[in-house]
């Protein structure tokens, strides 16, 4: 019997590979111009990775994300905070969320 790690493993390998034999087929029945297959997609990412400007933007992007995500977190922890410590403001949002 394997282990319990090793059968989530297999469990995920499998589940990869059958998304990539779906995406396969997909990209032949409607064309490598429309939606390319794995490989090919695969390929194209090994290449942009290598390039300065592609890792650049990358990181450009994720630096935004990770700024909105903040945000997002800071709004939500205070909004929470304000509900939460006088009732007769979260009742007030409860009741325009909750129409």
Known sequence: MIGKNAQHALDVALICLALALVWQIASWQLGADLLPGPG???RKI???SADRRFQRDLAATANAYLIALA???AGGLA???VCGGWKW???EVDRSFLR
Do not use: K, S, Y
Request: hydrophobic share 65%.
């Open 40 to 42: 090919p997609t695969l």
């Open 89 to 91: 403001i979260g009742d």
């Open 46 to 48: 090994a290449v942009l």
């Open 71 to 73: 945000i997002a977190m």
């Open 79 to 81: 909004l929470g905070v």
